[in-house]
């Protein structure tokens, strides 16, 4: 039986909460790699964590960073992979759009290029305006390449920063 063809994703890590038993948001951030590896993911490589200011109404900042991560999962079974790692750790759907969350895990790229589904838009539809994703996604993957604008990361973090 032939193994299943791997992929790989760029996942944004998010907090700017303190999760009981786990501690602050870099402690969660670090929990969360670990969620995603016993999840059955190929963990390749993870940025540093950076300190950012929160979009929308939370008054928290937010611990962020990135991790290039390997899997046979489509991206639609991935989210239900990430979404599960949420809520284990405290995250619930519902209420104010831009809260303050214990976790928050994105789908930013994936190696099939573009995936458009109910749900779930790859490339993630704002991360060429976000210096907390485009910094630490630089790091961690310089050289991929947007596939809608064909800049590289490294490119596209330059132009934010």
């Known amino acids: 039986m032939g193994q299943a063809s791997q992929h790989c994703y760029l996942i944004g890590l ?28 190929v963990i390749d490589e993870v940025s540093r964590i950076r300190p950012s200011s929160p979009v929308g109404p939370s008054q928290r900042s937010y611990a962020n960073s990135t991790a290039l991560i390997s899997c046979a999962d489509e991206p639609a079974d991935l989210l239900a992979k990430l979404q599960a790692i949420e809520t284990s750790f405290g995250r619930r759907r519902r209420g104010a759009r831009w809260r303050a969350r214990p976790l928050d895990l994105d789908i930013i790229l994936w190696s099939g290029g573009v995936w458009l589904s109910p749900g779930l838009v790859i490339p993630h539809p704002l991360f060429r305006v976000r210096d907390f994703v485009l ?15 064909s800049l590289t990361l490294r490119q596209l973090a330059a132009r934010v920063s």
Do not use: F
């Not at 910094?135 to 604008?149: C, F, K, M, N």
């Open 14 to 41: 998010g907090s700017n909460m303190r999760v009981p038993g786990i501690g602050g948001p870099a402690k969660v951030l670090a929990a969360a790699v670990k969620a995603m590896a016993a999840a059955g993911l």
């Open 135 to 149: 910094g630490p996604g630089a790091e961690v993957a310089p050289q991929w390449r947007d596939p809608l604008t």
